[in-house]
């Protein structure tokens, strides 16, 4: 039976006047059916009519919920091992519980003394659980009794029962300081003090070097990790005590690599961790594409904003404004660089829009050709090809004046719909996980 099958059903069971609790009856009967067979997505939709058919969701009417998540989350694992490698698969495993938390699937009322107190206890914790309320939202107590003490007895038993998979527990830890996920790869380059040691030392150098000069050092090269890196020292300075408090859940800039990188082109970004560690990020080219069109639209749009200003500050008509503006905003939208050939045809299309109002042409002529030669400028910058080095230096130079924060940067990075941010919080998240799954390997 398909789902709009029994939402037909039930409806029109209501329609009939059947009794709330054979409508209730069938509601949970089916809920429950779309949950043993972990079909998620009817699941949540079924839920989703609770309000419309004037049900009150009770999900402890569901029964074997956490075994059924668990046997889930071990395939999960399990696919991801012999299918496409295990780190493809983290992510799967986080939106399963976050689906969980959203629909209060581990719902438990009664908490013996000391379970009630470690909860206690794990609440303390203020980096695991911002950590926790980043990725899930607000997280009750039978979440966190869940991910505690069953998600790593659930790992347990998975490895246990495959010795071929059951790797030493250093190489476990050892698993999150490099490997890929979402296309991107990850690897942990040393400890945030460490960092801060070494560019300090580079700073101070070339800061006696430039001394004559007086050159401000808007952006400095160093190698670190056998990379060739490119750091702000304005970014440092501005974060640099917030980075290194305990308390804080950021994850902060602190450079990009020009050189040497993870990835095929050696291009990443250098981000430090709410635990004091220095993670880099890259990917493939595609993720370094997207992030230059994402640049090349942000520069598209700051201009198009300033054009408009200017011509109604020309008493521009409006109408003939908004079809200059509509007819920019389609073809700057082309990738490719537009030849003298190109922008000559879109210039004089612009001149032609102008030329509605004679009058008006000939008596502001030389701001009109102003206009015509900033038009022709900004479509060459926002087209010509844009080097990563570009973008970074342009997020710094908005970091010094304020107007985007450090800890941002991460956010605005991404491959497709997942940024560095969200790798950088699932890190966070699992390497928690693993430390409580040691506890338990250590008791047998």
Not at 239 to 268: A, T
Request: aromatic residues 14%.
């Amino acid at each position: 039976m398909s789902f709009d099958d029994i939402i037909k059903i039930i409806k029109s069971k209501i329609n009939i006047g059947s009794e709330r609790e054979e409508i209730e009856h069938y509601f949970y009967r089916n809920l429950t059916r779309f949950f043993l067979r972990k079909e998620f997505e009817e699941f949540r939709q079924l839920i989703d009519y609770s309000v419309e058919f004037d049900i009150y969701l009770d999900i402890k009417k569901i029964p074997k919920r956490h075994e059924i998540i668990s046997k889930r989350l071990t395939e999960i694992i399990e696919e991801g091992i012999t299918g496409f490698g295990f780190p493809t698969f983290l992510g799967d495993q986080i939106e399963l519980l976050r689906f969980c938390n959203n629909y209060n699937v581990f719902d438990k009322d009664d908490f013996l003394k000391e379970e009630r107190e470690f909860i206690a206890e794990i609440r303390q914790d203020k980096l695991l659980i911002a950590n926790l309320r980043d990725l899930f939202g607000n997280v009750s107590n039978s979440f966190i009794y869940y991910l505690y003490k069953v998600m790593p007895r659930t790992l347990y038993n998975f490895f246990a029962r495959r010795s071929q998979y059951f790797m030493d527990l250093t190489q476990i830890s050892l698993f999150f300081n490099g490997y890929s996920t979402y296309g991107l790869r990850v690897m942990k380059l040393g400890d945030l003090t460490f960092f801060l040691e070494q560019f300090d030392k580079i700073l101070e150098s070339l800061k006696k070097t430039e001394e004559k000069s007086n050159k401000e050092l808007k952006l400095i090269k160093f190698i670190y990790y056998n990379r060739t890196i490119l750091v702000s020292p304005d970014n440092i300075a501005k974060n640099r005590e917030f980075m290194l408090r305990k308390d804080n859940y950021n994850y902060y800039n602190l450079s990009m690599v020009l050189l040497g990188g993870l990835g095929p082109q050696g291009h990443g970004f250098i981000y430090s961790t709410p635990t004091g560690e220095v993670i880099e990020i890259c990917s493939d080219i595609k993720e370094n594409d997207a992030i230059i069109v994402k640049y090349k639209q942000f520069l598209k749009e700051q201009f198009l904003v300033k054009l408009k200003k200017e011509m109604a500050s020309m008493l521009i008509n409006t109408r003939v404004i908004e079809k200059i503006i509509g007819y920019l905003t389609e073809v700057i939208e082309q990738r490719e660089l537009i030849d003298y050939s190109k922008k000559e045809a879109i210039i004089h299309k612009i001149l032609n829009y102008l030329k509605v109002d004679p009058k008006f042409l000939d008596k502001h002529q030389p701001e009109i050709m102003e206009l015509l030669s900033k038009i022709s400028n900004a479509i060459t910058l926002i087209l010509r090809k844009i080097k990563m080095e570009d973008q970074f230096k342009t997020r710094m130079d908005l970091i010094q004046k304020d107007k985007l924060k450090s800890e941002d940067i991460a956010k605005l990075t991404s491959l497709q719909d997942k940024s560095h941010y969200d790798v950088l919080r699932e890190r966070f998240f699992f390497q928690n996980v693993l430390k409580w799954f040691n506890k338990l390997v250590n008791l047998h």
